[in-house]
């Protein structure tokens, strides 16, 4: 039987939510959760199953009762012919990716973290960057869900609610367990190197077409990037992982480390971040290895941010740029964080923010100490004026209003959600302000 604790305080990574739910779950089985929800439906109370807290909205907030999946984290099954796993929903895509490699699998694009769990990292549409790859909830292609009234319900591809099932927002229920079509396990050629940003705009396409995986970082205030270029590697090619030295020095000065130093000082002297941020980007090199996919999409973030997000038909981007570019030229505000720029090819999730749409992603940061308010304000502004649809998990002011023009499918969401759970079990204020 799950496992309860009394009264525990929840927050998220980014420290942007926080709740009191009057009780946490540790289920340990499908018929665990249905138990947990029954009992809590019976009672009166709502009920949300939380993964790694790694969104920056209130998604997940709840004060009723919390569940918590960390129990279910198991490999069910794996199909070596087809190559489909499945596994229990709260297993994080950090122990996920080598029990792949360990059976020759691999997904078939990443974000660029791994402490997310499956549940979690579907739910709110998580994605990476590539022309013509997809998302992660593209992968999935069966989903076994606890609605409201306790039943467990399959579905899979041949389902009518499939198109609903993979970006739920965790408003239709208690997702258990997941089945996910991978790929060979993959080495990926990763190339980094800084560029001027007209050169990339000006090569953008060929950059996006001809590469399996490209996106850059821009530093505002200057016209400097990093760029990013990840390719499949033909098979035989052998594995040339970033030296340890190169890496610390790169990932744990320039990202993590000497980077929250940095935060914290110019968080009071916001006037030299221009000139911080120019000599940031001069100090990052060019750099090239070869690893397994999932250590070349991932890397680790240890300085604690505020995230906005939001996908835009990919003509958007060079307007989208110089908005921002003219904000910064304003003088309203400086910015510390490098802005980061993905893409991806349409898919047909109809909660995803890529459904019937190839994007290009445009994400502002701010450090975690400083107030971000005004900032992804005037950037939320830009993006919405170029159709801009924000990623679930991270913030945005935009109300069901908004998103009922911005999905074709939102209605149909919506019937599905009423259908699965008229009483709003799974409900919280997000859920009412997105989905009406
Ligand atoms: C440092 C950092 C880096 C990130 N990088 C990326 C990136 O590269 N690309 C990207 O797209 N996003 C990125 N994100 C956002 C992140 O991937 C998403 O917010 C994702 O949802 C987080 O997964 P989680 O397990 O923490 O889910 P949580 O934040 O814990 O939950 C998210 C939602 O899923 C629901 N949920 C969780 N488990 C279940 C379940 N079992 N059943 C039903 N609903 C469930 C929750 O109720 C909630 O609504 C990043 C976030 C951070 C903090």
Redesign the pocket.
């Known amino acids: 039987m799950a496992e309860h604790t009394t009264r525990e305080r929840w927050t ?3 420290r942007s939510a926080e709740s009191h739910p009057v009780r946490t779950a540790h289920p340990t089985s499908t018929a665990d ?1 249905v138990a947990t929800v029954r009992e809590a439906v019976s009672a009166g109370l709502p009920v ?10 209130t ?2 907030a ?1 004060d009723g009762v919390l ?1 918590r ?1 960390d129990r ?1 984290t198991a490999i069910v099954a794996v199909d070596v012919t087809t190559r489909r796993v499945r596994v229990q ?2 297993i ?1 895509l950090h122990d996920l990716n080598p029990l792949l490699r360990g059976r020759g699998l691999a997904l078939p694009n ?4 791994d ?14 960057t590539g022309g013509r790859l997809f ?2 909830s593209a992968a999935v292609v069966a989903v076994q ?2 609605t409201a009234a306790g039943d467990v319900l399959e579905i899979d591809e041949h389902h009518p609610w499939f198109g609903a099932a993979r970006v ?9 367990e997941v089945t996910l079509q991978c790929v060979p396990a993959f080495l990926l050629h990763a190339r980094e190197e800084p560029l001027a940003l007209p050169a990339v705009m000006e090569q953008l396409p060929s950059l996006v077409d001809d590469n399996d995986h490209f996106e850059f970082y821009w530093f505002p205030h200057t016209t400097r990037t990093l760029t990013k270029r990840n390719n499949r590697v033909p098979e035989g090619t052998a594995r040339r992982p970033l030296g340890r030295v190169r890496r610390w020095v790169d990932d744990e000065l320039l990202s993590n480390t000497a980077f929250e130093g940095i935060n914290r000082v110019v968080a009071r002297r916001r006037s030299w971040i221009p000139r911080v941020n120019g000599v940031a980007a001069s100090v990052l090199s060019a750099r090239e290895f070869v690893d397994d996919s999932f250590e070349v999409f991932v890397s680790s ?1 240890d300085v ?2 505020r ?1 906005a ?1 939001f996908a835009m038909p990919r003509e958007a981007l060079p307007h989208v740029l110089d908005e921002l570019a003219a904000w910064f030229g304003a003088g309203h505000e400086n910015i510390s964080f490098p802005i ?1 720029v ?1 893409f991806t090819a349409a898919d047909d999730v109809w909660m995803s923010t890529g459904h019937e749409r190839d994007n290009c ?1 445009v ?1 502002v940061h701010q450090y975690w100490r400083s107030d971000y308010r005004a900032y992804f304000a005037a950037a939320q502004d830009i993006f919405t004026a170029h159709e801009g649809r924000p ?4 913030l945005h002011t935009l109300d069901a209003g908004y998103f009922a023009q911005r999905y074709a499918r939102f209605d149909d969401f919506v019937a599905v959600r009423d259908e699965l759970d008229p009483g709003r079990t ?1 409900g ?1 204020a ?2 009412d302000r997105v989905l009406g």
């Open positions: 998220n990574w980014g959760v949300k199953a939380i993964g790694a807290s790694h969104s920056f909205t998604i997940g709840t569940l999946l279910m929903a709260g994080s990443l974000g660029d973290v402490p997310q769990s499956v549940a979690g990292a579907i739910s709110t549409g998580t994605h990476g998302g992660i869900l606890v739920t927002l965790g408003a239709l229920g208690i997702v258990t973030r604690r941010f995230e997000e980061e993905r992603y994400a990623h679930w998990g991270k799974f919280n997000y859920l």
